[in-house]
DNA sequence: GATTGTCTACCTTCTAGTAGATAGACTATC
DNA sequence: GATAGTCTATCTACTAGAAGGTAGACAATC
């Protein structure tokens, strides 16, 4: 039961590192020290395992976006539960968005995988989208347009953020971030 | 000579869809209608193909960025250059721009190739960096922080346009450029 | 006659996935 | 409490196919 979730979060990794076509059911094994086989008890074949990784995926950032949302009353600081995902990911200098790294892949990600990302990503634009409404309605935030499509700015700005900051150091990656922040904020 | 062209372009595409890793001699094979071995004949191994399908990318891309400032003095009408090639990007539904995916795919493709993209990157900012200076000199366009800082906002949210684009349609990819556009401009 | 572009036929390595065996832990029954 | 059956997690050993790549032959062209 402990192995499961084991490899689930080794899968996870390597999904955010290499990207889902670019590891091995190889690579897992040697990494947990247990053979092919034995993942493939737990997971039965690699579309499995990718589907299991969206899936814990979408859980752990909505508990944690859920938790961020509840923890204050202040757009701001609600919204930071987003920008400290993203700002941590860049500072691994490792991993980007699991999101992101399927959605770059989307030609080659098994369906149900692709799927099950996409309701990540219109989980996070959606809590993105109420915040910054919040923010809007009390003067501390200020953008155009509709919240919904300043809130996909704002995430597909991060997504690229943190590939830019994995390929051209974790300075860059974090200077785009605050650039998304200082964009939100009223009276320039 | 007209062949090697031709394997440059198909391979171009293919790094735009599918991404370096997710490709093979043998998709470029039958999509070209010849051997894997011919294709070995112009282009020697896989990482010298994606390296020369780099230096294609950022000549084709210099190219037409300097036409584009050329073209006009109008910092609007110069930045048009850029997001009217993001935008035939998205419009198109399966490619996104080759640099974003060689970031996503950053661990797995080889060095000199994931070089060259960077320079790539780099050409990218700096241009579109001079421009968003002129705007904001004139006072055409407005934005936190320093040109610089700002050029690396647009381009990391154009790169996750275009991916968001084509996991999520068209529409919703040239929803965030406009977004994009709409936050450069003055007097909110 | 050398060069260029193509072919067929092959090699090696890696890939996901399968078959079948084994050892240990739980669970019912005698 | 011993026995028999079942379940779980692992192993070794294998398969078929795809990957990148090579060798050498054959025409056509310059």
């Given amino acids: ?62 508990a944690a976006l859920t938790a961020s949302k509840q923890s204050s009353n202040d757009p701001w600081k609600q919204i930071e539960g987003y920008f ?26 098994p369906e149900p995988m692709a799927e099950k990302m996409i309701e990540l990503v219109q989980y996070i634009v959606s809590w993105l989208s109420d915040i910054i409404k919040d923010g809007r309605d009390q003067g501390v935030m200020t953008f155009p347009g509709t919240p919904r499509e300043q809130a996909e700015l704002i995430f597909s700005a991060a997504q690229g953020a943190m590939q830019y900051g994995r390929a051209n150091g974790e300075k860059r990656g974090l200077s785009v971030l605050k650039q998304i922040k200082a964009t939100l904020k009223p009276k320039r």
Same sequence: chains 1, 2.
Avoid: W
């Fill in 1 to 62: 039961m402990d192995r499961k979730q084991e490899i689930l979060e080794v899968a996870t990794e390597l999904v955010q590192t290499h990207g889902y076509s670019a590891f091995s059911y190889h690579d897992l094994s040697e990494r947990l020290g247990i053979t092919k086989a034995s993942i493939h008890h737990h997971f039965a074949g690699k579309a499995d395992l990718g589907f299991a990784v969206a899936e814990k995926c979408l859980q752990d950032i909505a």
């Fill in 84 to 109: 400290a995902i993203v700002s941590s990911d860049i500072r691994s200098q490792e991993r980007i968005c699991p999101a992101g790294s399927t959605q770059a892949d989307i030609n080659v990600v």
